[in-house]
């Protein structure tokens, strides 16, 4: 059975602190893993797919990084609208089939001015 | 990116009755939508598969004649959750496939 673990559960920082946050996943073919960015009351936003270890991606202030076993979202420099829960999912490789998510349980990000 | 909408975004109804949430992908079509549920503080968990045209795939633990789904058109499912209890009170989202996962904005339903 597909499993995402991410950690911390939790992390506040100061702005212009930089730190990273870990998805740790195990899946039996790995198809595309995914970070998304949820703010309150509001649906996930898609950021990066991630589809081979040894790839990286990058968007403004964050960077995704892929290997073998695990994903980590680096965030530099963050700006407290950064704020937000970061969500990490795994997608399977199905030969039929829907191509279901696993999310993991999110970190909560918080960037104090 | 993709968009996909929802509606109603926040829904108040009394235990017993039923409720239809919308979701509809506005500039793709989606032969393939998911619908997640999510408690407070904690993150998604897949209720099922929509696929246009045919039946929809539950989750294991989720009661298919409760949460009925419609998967009428490419750009339309909709979720019944019938004879609602507070218990299914929570934060129903749905998705739509394109190259990735395009989630909606949410919906908010209190049973009470």
């Known amino acids: 059975e597909d499993q995402v673990t991410q950690s911390p559960e939790a992390l506040r920082l100061q702005e212009g602190e930089s730190s990273s946050l870990n998805c740790s996943y195990t899946?039996?073919?790995?198809?595309?893993l995914f970070w998304y960015r949820q703010d309150p009351g509001k649906g996930p936003e898609f950021l990066f797919t991630?589809?081979?270890a040894g790839e990286e991606k990058e968007k403004e202030r964050l960077k995704a990084t892929l290997t073998k076993k695990e994903s980590f979202l680096h965030i530099t420099a963050p700006k407290p609208e950064d704020s937000a829960t970061y969500l990490c999912?795994?997608?399977?490789?199905?030969?039929?089939?829907?191509?279901?998510?696993?999310f993991g349980q999110g970190t909560r990000l918080t960037i104090n001015p | 990116g993709a968009v996909v909408s929802q509606h109603p975004s926040w829904v108040i109804c009394k235990s017993g009755t039923s409720v239809k949430i919308e979701c509809r992908s506005l500039?793709?079509?989606?032969?393939?939508m998911f619908w997640y549920r999510q408690f407070p503080k904690q993150s998604l968990m897949l209720m099922a598969t929509?696929?246009?045209?045919?039946?929809?795939?539950?989750e294991q633990g989720v009661e298919k004649d409760k949460f009925l789904i419609n998967h009428a058109s490419l750009t339309l499912s909709t979720l019944t959750v019938t004879s609602a209890h507070p218990e299914d009170s929570s934060f129903y989202i749905c998705?739509?496939?394109?190259?990735?996962?395009?989630f909606g904005p949410g919906t908010r339903l209190t049973v009470t």
């Open positions: 999912a795994v997608q399977e490789w199905r030969v039929q089939g829907a191509q279901k998510l696993v």
């Open positions: 500039d793709f079509q989606a032969t393939t």
């Open positions: 929509s696929n246009e045209g045919s039946k929809a795939t539950y």
């Open positions: 899946v039996s073919g790995l198809r595309g």
């Open positions: 991630l589809y081979s």
């Open positions: 998705s739509g496939t394109r190259a990735e996962q395009y």
